[in-house]
């Protein structure tokens, strides 16, 4: 399973862009990725998820090189809401799989 | 319906007691999790089921023991804790193959179950 690496912590300010990267060197050729919000005493939330070059929905976009070894979540004009804990997932199985989670990254969003 | 329920959200326990914690989801998903989060730390995968049967126990103390009556409810039973696994206890589910044929790792949670081991 492809280890991933991520910053432990970043700051921002409300209305600014956050641009959050994932390394994940060693990974597979059918792997995806995914990421996942998490606040305080609540499960994961799935925020998006991508093979390859580029996705967006509604709340983010994901940002994939050629080579497949680093993404980008990219979260357009932050509040305060949205501070929390993202997390990189990358891994594919058949049925129910060992998806393990990277340490993630704390951000922090100020006024 | 897009969710998956937990209950208790709290317990508090004792180290002799035997209690389990419930986990239901209604999306027809045929591959069920349980995580363990310690404060500040990532989830931790302890057991993975597939079609109701055990696929991956990630070397979980026999303290803990899983169950998978059926295809959409996931019990763990907790007997003889120590106060170190007090945690919050997360319940997934996902599809065994997504429409790409494949399980992508899109995994929904439910909201956890808070377990305090006196």
């Known amino acids: 399973l492809a280890k991933t690496t991520q910053p432990i912590s970043m700051d921002s300010y409300e209305g600014q862009e956050v641009n959050i990267t994932c390394s994940h060197n060693?990974?597979?050729?059918?792997?995806?990725i995914t990421w996942y919000q998490q606040f305080p005493s609540q499960g994961p939330r799935f925020i998006i998820q991508g093979y390859k070059t580029k996705v967006t929905n509604e709340v983010a976009s994901l940002f994939i090189p050629a080579d497949r070894k680093s993404s980008t979540l990219s979260l357009p004009r932050v509040s305060l809401s949205d501070t929390a804990v993202y997390y990189c997932?990358?891994?594919?199985?058949?049925?129910?799989?060992?998806?393990?989670f990277g340490p993630g990254t704390r951000l922090s969003v100020l006024p | 319906d897009t969710e998956v329920t937990q209950t208790p959200k709290h317990l508090v326990m004792g180290m002799t007691n035997k209690k389990s914690l419930k986990c239901e989801q209604h999306?027809?998903?045929?591959?069920m999790y349980w995580y363990k989060q310690k404060a500040k730390k990532p989830p931790e995968l302890m057991f993975v089921?597939?079609?109701?049967?055990?696929?991956i126990n990630e070397s979980v103390p026999s303290r803990f023991s899983p169950e998978c009556p059926n295809s959409s409810l996931l019990n763990l039973h907790l007997h003889a804790l120590q106060p170190e696994d007090s945690a919050l206890y997360l319940c997934?589910?996902?599809?065994?193959?997504?429409?790409?044929?494949?399980?992508?790792?899109?995994?929904?949670f439910g909201e956890g179950s808070r377990l305090t081991v006196l």
């Open positions: 089921y597939s079609y109701e049967k055990l696929s």
């Open positions: 999306m027809g998903h045929r591959a």
């Open positions: 997934a589910s996902s599809q065994t193959r997504g429409t790409s044929g494949v399980n992508t790792g899109e995994l929904f």
């Open positions: 997932l990358v891994g594919v199985g058949n049925y129910g799989q060992n998806f393990v």
């Open positions: 060693n990974i597979a050729t059918n792997d995806y």
